[in-house]
């Protein structure tokens, strides 16, 4: 068996080398952001929706300030 390194992609965004955990709130901010922006264009009472927007948008934070200190204080085993 031979051991040899692919070629990494080369990334055009950040989150292209996130973790998973970092890619997924950032989907679940994107589709909730979505979803309040159609319900006020259509008039509809968005406090559920708003709720929800703000409850991905702290998840989405966690997860960089999580990456964040990953990167900086990396495991020793």
């Given amino acids: 068996m ?7 992609p080369d990334y055009e965004d950040a989150l292209g080398v996130a973790p998973v955990y ?8 994107r589709r909730t952001t979505s979803v309040l922006l159609v319900y006020r264009r259509r ?6 929706a708003a709720h929800a927007h ?4 702290k998840e989405f934070t966690d997860a960089l300030d999580r990456w964040d200190f990953e ?5 020793l085993f």
């Fill in 2 to 8: 031979s051991f040899y390194s692919l070629e990494e």
């Fill in 22 to 29: 970092v890619r997924q709130a950032h989907m679940r901010l």
């Fill in 43 to 48: 008039g509809w009472n968005d406090s559920a």
């Fill in 54 to 57: 703000r409850v991905a948008r």
């Fill in 71 to 75: 990167e900086a204080n990396p495991r």
